[in-house]
């Protein structure tokens, strides 16, 4: 495990998926700032600045995971011989995703801390630290349920190319869902002392509070609007993805054909 570690770290510092993906989020951080001291007639608070990196972080994380992971398998088979240095099978799997989550992290701590400090200068600020580290813990908990989720979907993919685009697309099915039951979630009772049609409540607005934390992507709209409903359950379902991905990679792993 030590030496598939090393290995990974190794090729991890040489990426260049890794940094185009760092510049990429940096890029994104900086555009959305511009955009809200530009565009919006009012003043707009940091609170809801910090975070919003991290509406495309899903994607991001797909891109960069099934880009690095799969050069192992770019040909439909393994290009390297890390198979002889794992004792079996798990090891590879877990040694990919200890590693795919550490640069996910970084890429996601990093981004925030240029965000936070840089928008500083610009926005209102109203943040509060304990809350801010509180939210920050949140998203690393959610990016490591990112990273472990497209590692698995990588090393059980046929080759790079399939990695990729089994990825993206649920990177982005992801996405589109947390925009929706997003939505659903913040309607108020009322709209202008009339019943609101769409508002849900009941057992109805429980699962799909449940539906929203068990999607990485739900749990960074919630981050981006600087209002995370019920942390506890949201690092549950993060913790969930994590165990999930390990035994379901470390199960469909031992049977995949590798040539």
Not at 166 to 188: A, E, K, N, P, Y
Request: with cysteine.
């Amino acid at each position: 495990m030590i030496n598939l570690l090393f290995a990974d770290f190794c090729r991890l510092k040489k990426s260049s998926a890794f940094f185009l993906c760092l510049l990429g989020m940096a890029i994104l951080a900086s555009a959305f700032m511009v955009m809200q001291a530009t565009a919006m007639d009012y003043t707009v608070p940091l609170s809801r600045v910090v975070f919003l990196p991290l509406t495309f972080y899903g994607v991001a994380a797909a891109a960069f995971v099934s880009v690095f992971i799969g050069a192992d398998f770019k040909d439909g088979f393994i290009r390297s011989n890390k198979l002889l240095f794992a004792k079996n099978r798990s090891e590879l799997v877990i040694s990919y995703m200890i590693v795919s989550y550490a640069a996910c992290a970084l890429i996601y701590a990093v981004t925030i801390f240029y965000t936070w400090t840089t928008a500083s200068f610009f926005f209102e600020n109203d943040v509060e630290f304990d809350r801010l580290f509180q939210y920050f813990l949140l998203g690393i908990g959610m990016s490591c349920s990112v990273s472990c989720l497209f590692t698995v979907i990588t090393v059980l993919c046929a080759d790079q190319t399939h990695a990729v685009i089994w990825c993206m697309g649920i990177s982005f099915g992801m996405l589109f869902l947390s925009l929706h039951t997003h939505q659903l979630l913040v309607q108020t009772p009322y709209r202008d002392g009339v019943l609101n049609p769409h508002y849900t409540d009941g057992f109805r607005r429980v699962l799909y509070g449940i539906l929203h934390d068990l999607n990485p992507c739900g749990q960074a709209a919630q981050l981006t609007c600087w209002n995370v409903w019920n942390p506890l359950r949201a690092a549950f379902c993060s913790l969930l993805w994590v165990m999930g991905a390990a035994l379901a990679g470390c199960t469909f792993f031992q049977k995949k054909d590798i040539k």
